[in-house]
């Protein structure tokens, strides 16, 4: 599969790193941003409907499918400022919704608490980084990459035309390798993240956070700990879908948009 | 001058932890997450006393040098902390002690710099030190991010040379260690300071390093075609940056069994060095390559080569690694063969390896050096 078909590619040097941004949609249409997880293989699928109401950016974050490495990455603050300057080179000053899946909601949550004045509406998409004790996170390094695939959606087949039909193919190893690795500097040490829980009730955009009921890897019992924690939030939760929340649900889809609009 | 007038004859003892209790062999990983209910400590206990014996016996044969290293969450060795062990043998000892070594980053590289002047100033100068970036597995038991691990290895060997070759107080400002007072006592009774190698698997990094700083190069893991590039390579980047290029440089590994005659030889030796390759060395491709631990074409690299860990058959072992079971004539010849091969004088030895019993050692240790290493240096005659 194509993953990139019909998108605009914009190529960009933010701060010295070579940055990659999908462009979907009319330039002048109100600003969807969306931060994506930690591998990028499922492609970009579900992000095509947004394209209808609104003009969809998908940057590749630093170390992460065709965008380059970044010097001198050490922690999330490093992304957050990168994509404050990669905002302003796209004009993107005020009125912005942003949508973060898993990591990239951890990443947006950062982004919102400091960078609020830029956005409109928030979306966090079963955002990783929160200590719930009593509905933990899978820790994602303990997971052997092969059976990785298995518990980021309810219904497999969704993954099937991502995966490689050679499972020891060379090519998609390497880049899973490339996108951990990236994970790793900024989330071995730091699996949760110290700014979020401090900070988030300075944070008041209206914001939606949105669940699998069958998410295997950030249980949906964590829904309430960041609707509890982000002051102006609902907290919505969709049933036969998992992790890949997006990729599994038309609904969830349709959600965002409308939430959006 | 050839390699063979300065042999140098290490005896390196992993200090397994043996015998395994039954269902270790349907464990993917005999390391990192291998149960440590798995260790019996009065097992333990026998063994480290046996063990002690036989690092004193190789001091009294006459072996230049006892080596031993470090490794976490493992049956591989029950050496966890080397320092300990060389601390504990010392007082016993004359011959020079190898450790070969705690992974600066995983320890606060000022207290390690004294922990080694410590062994030096002890042992009155018998010390050599390596600084192991660590396999794949140590990060995933110790709290240190992979990612950053060649950053944080590189920046503390600088601390643990600075401070052992620059007079104290002083400060110490860097990315991952930061020092108001770098002042270690003691200092070290080598000048200036104890020899130091960079063991690594032969990554362009450690070699780089290594050839940089002008520190000594010892490679494990690889097999040996490809540590000959290795050495080739490390010591044209060590001439490049103006260091000295000489046979010390390189340390390189034999695992060798002498007895009566080659049948033999192998029989006695064969099943534990199957079980070191099958069982001790038994893990799984993610332990060994952390996220981050390697760099992204490094990988690539990896997972398109053969590995050692815990699949073998004896004639590939033999064929690609430096393995040599028989008479003493055949051995001394064998490793007569790998130095000049590599040009280097310095030999680790593996003469105890896997669940060998005590009185193979015993043998092999005693035959290695009452027959081989008196063969190895008449050869030094032979090319003069």
């Known amino acids: 599969m194509n993953a990139t078909e019909g998108f605009e590619k914009l190529h960009l040097s933010v701060n010295g790193t070579d940055t990659v941004v999908l462009a979907l949609g009319d330039a002048a249409a109100p600003p969807l941003v969306f931060f994506h997880g930690a591998g990028t293989f499922h492609g970009w699928e579900f992000a095509r409907p947004w394209a209808a109401q609104f003009r969809v950016l998908i940057p590749h974050h630093p170390g992460f499918a065709e965008s380059g490495d970044m010097d001198g990455l050490r922690e999330f603050g490093d992304f957050v400022l990168h994509y404050g300057a990669l905002f302003d080179q796209l004009g993107l000053h005020r009125d912005v919704n942003l949508v973060g899946l898993s990591l990239g909601g951890r990443l947006a949550a950062r982004f919102a608490i400091s960078q609020q004045h830029r956005l409109r509406r928030l979306v966090l998409v079963a955002p990783a980084g929160l200590q719930v004790p009593e509905a933990p996170m899978e820790d994602l390094f303990r997971i052997p990459p092969e059976q990785i695939p298995a518990k980021l959606v309810k219904n497999f087949e969704v993954l099937l035309p991502w995966l490689p039909t050679d499972p020891h193919d060379l090519d998609f190893a390497v880049d899973r390798y490339r996108e951990t690795r990236t994970v790793a500097i900024v989330a071995w040490d730091e699996p949760f993240d110290r700014v979020i829980p401090r900070w988030m009730s300075t944070m008041t955009v209206p914001t939606l956070v949105m669940w699998g009921a069958d998410d295997a890897l950030i249980p949906v019992g964590q829904g309430k700990a960041w609707a509890d924690l982000v002051p102006d939030s609902e907290l919505r939760v969709f049933d036969d879908a998992g992790h890949l929340l997006l990729d599994e649900s038309p609904a969830a889809v349709q959600a965002v948009a409308e939430f959006c609009a | ?384």
């Not at chain 2, 005999?30 to 149960?35: G, I």
């Open chain 2, 1 to 384: 001058m050839s390699v063979l007038d300065e042999l140098e004859f290490m005896f390196f003892h992993f200090l397994p932890y043996t015998p395994l209790p039954d269902g270790y062999k349907e464990a993917d990983s005999l390391w990192v997450d291998y149960p440590n209910t798995n260790f019996d400590p009065v097992v333990g206990h026998e063994l480290y006393k046996r063990y002690w014996s036989e690092l004193l016996l190789a001091d009294k044969l006459g072996y230049d040098a006892i080596m031993v290293n470090e490794h976490h969450n493992t049956q591989y060795t029950m050496n966890p902390a080397p320092n300990l062990t060389a601390a504990a043998i010392i007082p016993h000892t004359s011959c020079r002690i190898g450790v070969f070594g705690t992974p600066p980053n995983f320890e606060q590289p000022n207290r390690l710099a004294e922990e080694y002047a410590m062994l030096d100033v002890m042992s009155g100068g018998r010390l050599e030190v390596a600084f192991p970036l660590g396999t794949g597995m140590e990060y995933w038991a110790n709290s240190v991010n992979p990612a950053t691990a060649r950053a944080r290895f590189r920046e503390a060997i600088d601390v643990i040379l600075k401070a052992w070759t620059q007079p104290g107080p002083m400060g110490y400002a860097g990315e991952f260690y930061n020092y108001r007072y770098l002042n270690p006592w003691p200092t070290p009774y080598q000048k200036p300071h104890p020899p130091a190698y960079i063991v690594g698997s032969g990554s362009e990094e450690t070699v780089e390093l290594a050839a940089e700083l002008g520190l000594g190069y010892s490679v494990v893991f690889i097999p040996t075609s490809a540590q000959l590039k290795v050495f080739d390579r490390y010591r044209e980047r060590l001439a490049h940056h103006g260091h000295e290029v000489n046979s010390k440089k390189v340390t390189f590994g034999v695992m060798a069994y002498v007895a009566e005659n080659d049948k033999q030889a192998e029989e006695e030796f064969m099943p534990h060095c199957m079980y070191f390759f099958e069982t001790g060395l038994k893990t799984t491709p993610r332990y060994l390559m952390p996220p981050g631990y390697l760099t992204v074409p490094e990988f690539r690299r990896r997972i398109s080569s053969a590995d050692v860990h815990g699949s073998a058959n004896w004639d590939d072992l033999t064929a690609i690694n430096r393995i040599v079971a028989g008479t003493p004539e055949k051995v001394a010849d064998a490793i007569a063969h790998w130095a000049e091969e590599a040009q280097a004088s310095r030999i680790s030895l593996n003469l105890a390896l896997g669940d060998m019993p005590h009185w193979k050692v015993v043998k092999n240790l005693t035959l290695f050096a009452e027959e081989v290493i008196p063969r190895l240096r008449a050869k030094k005659v032979a090319v003069v």
